[in-house]
């Protein structure tokens, strides 16, 4: 987590201030840290946020390959369909071609 560093030192009348000026009477929190706090606990905020989002990812992350292993199976079965069913419509179409050939020839 970045820690802002300042550049310039406090001002002098700032450092002789008494501590009962510098802190909050409510939280008891120095007004000089005040801000720092604050901005960290928006950081805490957005980081539970974001880890909302990503939990259940590794879950999510098994399903999705599951899904893409079913459908790689999927897809090399319709490739093997596939290409029996060219090889059975060549086949067909050979004897087509074969019947029609002879057909022609023993009409001549």
Known sequence: MDRHIPLHALPEEIQKMSPEEKVCKYCGVSYLILHEFKAMEEKVKAMEKEL?????????????????????????????????????????????????????????
Do not use: P, T
């Open 52 to 108: 909302k989002f990503y939990q259940g990812s590794i879950e999510r992350e098994k399903r999705l390959q599951e899904k893409l292993q079913s459908l790689s199976q999927d897809f090399e079965q319709y490739k093997i369909d596939n290409e029996s069913k060219i090889e059975r419509l060549s086949m067909f179409f050979s004897i087509i071609y074969f019947e029609r050939k002879v057909l022609k020839i023993s009409i001549c």
